[in-house]
């Protein structure tokens, strides 16, 4: 009953900014700047399931990104369309087909100005959509998703000058787990305050993916539902081959 | 972060899948997640009111700075709060806001936050203020920065260590409390605060008693409130049933829930094991806990500090070594003296079951609710007893008493060979008496004395128990049932002493019946509930000691009912015709005894005189002025009619000995006495007082006042009663008139067919004359469907009715000779007869002339006494 994080109930989330701007507002930009910024990976990693290399990936990326963030790029963001990653995956897929198109014209002589192409128009199918290909992109927005909360806890253990005791009690961010025993010695605390120590730290774990998670929403959306996709989507990734790769499974 | 999909070769210890390398943290994310969404507080956010915004409170609390919201639970919200003045963080609780609306709700609140304000212990989370602001009731707490149990549980399970470690500290705040008089009221995990260092705290003293109030909760509905309030599976069973007589030892049994849940992760519901069988425990915390989790409160530990001090001794002195010498184990029910003595004790067949177990160097009473230890030393007491026989006759207990935590107590408990009941316990209890002697001898310890019997519950309090249980409870609700019997049929004859023998008798024989089917019905019930040995054996004593004896008791009554009815003059059943008539009274006590059948009601008025019993007939035909008689008899008695006492004035004794018995040696006034007119009143007077005194004596006749002329109109209606299956009521007025004087008013009381003379020629009555009495009744009473019957009778001779026939036997057995002036009074009678019957055919059948004797055609006007209504 005790957080000690800032209430995030009622601060706007970074998403919220974006979609409420319609436009090229300074403020939107920095937020959806932000939002690129930590949603980097899942583009990345998106890229290269389609078969680029690395550099090639990394190249495709920042210009995804410099596209995206060109003024009129915001204010086609959809408040309907939801959450920012189904936003961008929409995004990414149209970049990738006009990218190819223009490779293609630029072969056969190119100089052609090619159309804007507006997000979520219904008569223009956008980049086939496959269901691994949506699956596998939000399992790593899912990881990232965790692994942004995860560098906040750890920042503000750290801020703190309680570094260890993070690293100590992250395994129980999983569930029960390890030797509360010695950790509590290696800790220098009581079991009793283990336990105090390992509900906070959980607490401000959840509270860390929440707020994550609501920058990513549009507003009065429920973070809760999406976080239950996410857990949806981990668990059937689990037991497909698109994450650690099919021959490395054995 | 590394792109590259490698495994980090760790495994999830959670879902067992492998984590990859460069999943975050390397922790699986999955797991991580799952965790996340998992609800840190009590309630889950889709039933939460929605609290008031951080920026309404800070507006309500000037003075402070709301830092967060830092929980909402069904007892209101709570939020983080510092104060501006001298930067001390607090927590901050604001009541649902409609009960600040309540009068009545604040001033309760403010009563008791006073109260709560002045507790002050380590252990309970302090409250600093109180009041109401902005519409708000609200307490200003100790702000603690850390987990509540509940939470702390899924942080990492309480190891028993741990739990012990909190019980001592939770009982210190629990002391306190009480012994300021403050009760809780709602222990539970969620109450439970550990701070930081982990130092546990109970919050929310009282919370729940200011809420839980139903006038206040009448404002609330379920959304605003959260949540019930109280929690079912920590409140004590009285907290649930009585819950204005709740005292601190209901906070025993919530701790006692929370332990339970500590030591093992699951809550104590219904059929719970012992802790040690879910945990590795030492087994004498299952005995701290059931004892905490008791139903009744008197077996709970009775403060906080005995269960404290009860934890601290398990820790200060060592678990029980394993047992040396083999075990002895058997199912067993325990019960206590205290129960015993009690009226439900009386009733409880089958108390507590669970096993008894007899290691080395200790007692062991285990059911799935109730754990009792007892190490050898402890006993102080062993005896042998036996259950109430009230219901479980015979079975035995071994009495064991012993010291636990300073107290003396008692259980009784009865070692059996199955769980299905207790028909197999008899010999175990002596031989598991026997088994702990040996065990407490073996262990080097003094030789235990036996248990003073009253102090078993075998006092004299329980012998009156069991007495009025066995005796005067079910007398005494026969007798209400037969009195209220005897108020709806109004009448009895022989008075209010004789009704009350009636009564008295009935509920006698009707509680020996009551009893042995009671019996029998527990021993079936055994039977069926035992199934494995000793069938034979319980079959043979249900036989033997229940189905014998009720035979045995309806045997008597079953003979009687089916034997036709002897005359009770038969001196060789003068016995047996009293046991008759006890049943016989049994029988029809809800059938109005002694009053007078409907078809006799019809030849006048009767009354009762209720002093002696005395049913009295004043019918008298105008038209027959010398007829009415007194006829005197007592009907239980089988005795008959003694005098015939005419209107005239004078008295017909008409049988001597039968009167003398019945008036026990008084003389009757002499024969053919002839009393002036205004003698006849004195002289019914004189027999009514008579019949007072013989009443008061304790031997009351039922006397029958009634006109001599109708003594065969009694005897036809007793014929008329048998034909309609009603035997009891026909031998009650057979015994009511007599039946020598029946048979003398239909012709003198010998052979069925007699010879008379009448208007010079001699008769002889036929059977077909006693039909044709009949039909004279029936012509009388003016019926014409009894009429229409008599005669139809007539027709059929060729086939004689087996009922008349009983009746006709029962006719010849009445003895010839008793009436030398039969003939006499019989032409009277014949004259009335051949005037009531008008049918030709009925005279031809009704005098049969005998062959030699002039015929008579000659009627005889002057005897009739009536017109026949047709």
Redesign the interface.
């Known amino acids: 009953?005790?957080?000690?994080?800032?209430?995030p109930?009622?601060a706007p989330t970074r998403w919220s900014l974006v979609l409420r701007a319609r436009g090229p507002s300074p403020e939107a930009r920095t937020a959806l700047s932000d939002l690129c910024g930590a949603y980097w990976?899942p583009v990345?990693?998106h890229l290269?399931s389609q078969g680029t290399d690395?550099d090639t990936a990394r190249e495709w990326t920042q210009a995804f990104f410099t596209h995206v963030l060109s003024g009129d790029r915001i204010a086609q963001a959809d408040p309907e369309r939801g959450r920012f990653p189904s936003y961008l995956l929409v995004a990414l897929r149209r970049f990738l087909k006009d990218r190819r198109l223009a490779e293609t014209r630029m072969r056969r002589g190119g100089g052609i100005a090619h159309e804007p192409i507006e997000p979520g128009t219904p008569n223009e199918p956008a980049f086939p959509d496959t269901g691994s290909d949506t699956a596998r992109f939000d399992h790593d927005w899912?990881?990232t998703v965790?692994?942004r909360?995860?560098d906040a806890v750890a920042a503000d253990y750290a801020a703190s000058g309680r570094s260890s005791v993070f690293d100590h009690l992250?395994?129980?961010?999983?569930?029960?787990?390890g030797n509360?025993t010695s950790a509590a010695q290696a800790l220098g605390?009581?079991?009793?305050?283990?336990?105090?120590?390992?509900?906070?730290l959980?607490?401000r774990?959840?509270e860390a993916?929440?707020l994550e998670i609501r920058h990513t929403l549009p507003e009065n959306e429920d973070p809760?539902a999406e976080?239950?996709y996410?857990?949806e989507v981990?668990?059937s990734a689990?037991t497909a081959p698109s994450?650690?790769?099919p021959a490395?499974?054995r | 972060?590394s792109?590259e999909?490698?495994?980090s070769g760790r495994v999830?210890?959670?879902?067992a899948?492998?984590i990859?390398a460069?999943?975050?943290?390397q922790?699986?994310?999955?797991?991580?997640?799952?965790?996340?969404?998992?609800e840190?507080?009590a309630i889950p956010?889709q039933q939460r009111p929605s609290p008031p915004?951080?920026a309404e409170v800070a507006a309500a609390f000037p003075g402070f700075e709301v830092l967060?919201?830092?929980?909402v639970?069904g007892m209101g919200f709570?939020y983080?709060v510092r104060n501006r003045i001298d930067g001390r963080e607090s927590?901050l609780k604001l009541l649902p806001a409609a009960l600040a609306g309540t009068p009545a709700f604040v001033e309760r609140f403010e009563r008791e936050a006073r109260t709560l304000a002045r507790l002050h212990h380590p252990n309970i989370v302090a409250v600093h203020g109180f009041g109401r602001a902005a519409g708000f009731c609200y307490l200003l707490m100790e702000?603690?920065?850390?987990?509540?149990l509940r939470?702390?549980?899924?942080?990492?399970?309480?190891?028993p260590a741990?739990t012990l470690?909190?019980v001592p500290q939770l009982c210190d705040a629990l002391q306190y409390a009480h012994s300021q008089d403050v009760l809780h009221r709602d222990i539970k995990p969620e109450n439970i605060?550990?701070?930081?260092?982990?130092?546990?705290k109970i919050a929310d003293f009282g919370i729940a008693k200011l809420l839980g109030d139903r006038a206040s909760l009448d404002h609330l509905t379920l959304t605003q409130t959260g949540q019930r309030v109280g929690t079912p599976h920590y409140m004590a069973p009285e907290q649930i049933e009585r819950p204005d007589s709740v005292d601190h030892r209901a906070d025993i049994y919530s701790l006692g829930v929370v332990l339970y849940e500590l030591l093992t992760g699951e809550l104590p519901l219904g059929r719970f094991p012992a802790p040690s069988l879910k945990a590795a425990l030492d087994a004498r915390i299952d005995d701290i806990v059931f004892r905490a989790l008791s139903k009744e409160r008197e077996l709970r530990q009775q403060s906080a500090s005995q269960v404290r001090h009860e934890v601290e001794s398990l820790e200060s002195t060592p678990p029980t070594p394993p047992p040396a010498s083999p075990s002895r184990t058997s199912a067993c029910c325990v019960t206590t003296p205290a129960h015993l003595q009690s009226w439900k004790g009386h009733f409880h067949a089958f108390p507590h079951h669970g096993s008894l177990r007899l290691e080395a160097g200790q007692l062991v009473f285990a059911s799935p609710n109730q754990c009792w230890t007892v190490t050898l030393d402890r006993i102080t007491g062993l005896s042998l007893g036996q259950l109430p026989w009230f219901v479980n006759p015979g079975i035995e207990y071994v009495a064991v008493r012993f010291v636990m935590a300073g107290n003396e107590q008692c259980l009784l408990l009865t070692p059996h060979e199955s769980n299905r009941g207790l028909a197999q316990a008899r010999g175990l209890a002596k031989e598991w008496e026997t088994a702990i002697r040996d065990a407490v001898a073996a262990a080097g310890l003094p030789e235990v004395p036996a248990i003073d019997r009253a102090r078993l519950g075998e006092g004299p309090r329980q012998r009156l128990r069991t007495l009025a249980l066995a005796l005067v409870f079910p007398a005494i609700g026969v007798t209400a049932v037969a009195y209220a019997n005897h108020r709806a049929t109004a009448d009895i004859p022989g008075g209010e002493l004789q009704s009350m023998a009636i009564i008295i008798a009935s509920g006698l024989v009707g509680f020996v019946l009551l009893m042995l089917l009671v019996g029998l019905l527990v021993k079936v019930l055994h039977y069926f509930r035992s199934r494995s040995k000793g069938q034979r054996r319980v079959l043979r004593s249900i036989l033997v000691w229940n189905v014998l004896p009720l035979i045995l008791a309806l045997l008597p009554y079953l003979f009687f009912k089916s034997k036709p009815m002897a005359s009770p003059h038969d001196p060789e059943v003068s016995a047996g015709t009293q046991l008759r008539l006890l049943f016989r009274l049994i029988n029809t006590a809800s059938n109005r005894v002694g009053v007078l059948p409907p078809s006799l009601q019809a030849f006048g008025e009767t009354a009762i005189d209720p002093g002696s019993g005395v049913i009295f007939s004043y019918t008298g035909h105008e038209a027959e002025p010398s007829s009415q008689v007194l006829a005197f008899s007592e009907p239980f008695r089988g005795t008959d009619l003694r005098a015939v006492l005419f209107r005239d004035g004078s008295v017909q004794h008409l049988h001597d000995g039968a009167f003398w018995q019945v008036y026990r040696g008084d003389p009757i006034t002499e024969v053919g006495r002839t009393l002036p007119p205004d003698a006849f009143a004195a002289e019914i007077d004189r027999v009514l007082a008579q019949g007072r005194t013989v009443a008061r004596q304790g031997n009351p006749p039922a006397l029958l006042v009634l006109p001599v002329s109708m003594a065969e109109v009694f005897w036809m209606a007793a014929h008329e009663a048998s034909a309609e299956g009603k035997p009891h009521m026909a031998l009650q007025i057979m015994d009511a008139v007599g039946w020598d004087d029946a048979g003398m008013a239909l012709g003198g009381g010998g052979p069925f067919e007699v010879e008379f003379a009448f208007a010079g020629h001699r008769y002889r009555m036929s059977r077909a004359g006693v039909i044709g009495v009949r039909i004279m009744l029936a012509a009388h009473a003016g019926d014409v469907a009894r009429l229409q019957r008599a005669q139809s009778l007539l027709r059929n001779e060729a086939e004689p009715d087996p009922r008349e026939d009983r009746v006709l036997r029962l006719f010849e057995r009445s003895r010839p000779g008793d009436a030398p002036d039969a003939a006499e009074i019989f032409e009277v009678r014949l004259g009335e007869l051949l005037r009531a019957v008008p049918s030709q055919q009925v005279r031809a059948h009704v005098l049969r002339r005998i062959p030699g004797n002039p015929t008579a055609n000659a009627s005889s006007e002057t005897f009739l006494p009536w017109t026949p209504r047709l």
């Open positions: 009953m005790q957080p000690d994080a800032p209430s109930y009622f990976n990345f990693r290269k690395d899912a990881l965790i692994a909360s995860l992250k395994p129980w961010l999983e569930g029960h787990a509360p605390l009581s079991e009793g305050a283990l336990k105090v120590a390992i509900h906070r959980r607490r774990f959840r993916v929440l809760a976080l239950q996410l857990i981990l668990s689990g994450h650690t790769g490395s499974d | 972060m792109v999909t490698e495994r999830c210890p959670h879902c899948t492998p990859p460069e999943a975050p943290g922790l699986c994310a999955r797991c991580l997640l799952r965790a996340a969404a998992t840190t507080d956010s915004s951080i967060s919201l830092a929980g639970g709570v983080r927590a702000f603690i920065d850390g987990a509540n939470q702390a549980m899924r942080s990492s399970r309480f190891n741990e470690a909190l605060l550990l701070d930081p260092r982990g130092i546990p």
